[in-house]
């Protein structure tokens, strides 16, 4: 029998800053790693275009994006998972909280 090999697709968590485009999100993903010179921990962070088919991400939430084949030219990671929800409220009219006018 051959052997198969299981390659494990890389998987990253970040924070979704837009929505904008249609089934696709921008993840800003942040990590802290010592200055290569000074040895003080900064902060970096990268932003990844990813494929949301059902448009289930919002802006804020926190999600888990993983590495796909090339979809277009920019994007090629796809949305695994919504890990937390944002806490912004996105209502749009008044009717929508219950205010009375």
């Known amino acids: 029998m051959a052997e ?3 390659v494990s697709k890389t998987e990253k968590v ?3 800053v837009s929505t904008k485009m249609q089934k696709t999100i921008v993840v800003q993903v942040s990590r802290r790693v010592p ?3 000074y040895k003080r921990i900064v902060k970096k962070h990268k932003k990844f275009y990813a494929h949301d088919e059902t448009g289930m991400a919002h802006v804020g939430d926190v999600v888990r994006i993983a590495e796909c084949r090339p979809m277009s030219k920019l ?8 890990i937390r929800r944002s806490a912004l409220v996105g209502a749009a009219k ?4 219950d205010v009375k006018i």
């Open 4 to 6: 198969q090999k299981t």
């Open 14 to 16: 970040g924070e979704v």
């Open 35 to 37: 200055h290569p010179l």
């Open 75 to 82: 994007k090629r990671w796809n949305l695994e998972e919504v």
């Open 94 to 97: 008044p009717s929508d909280l």
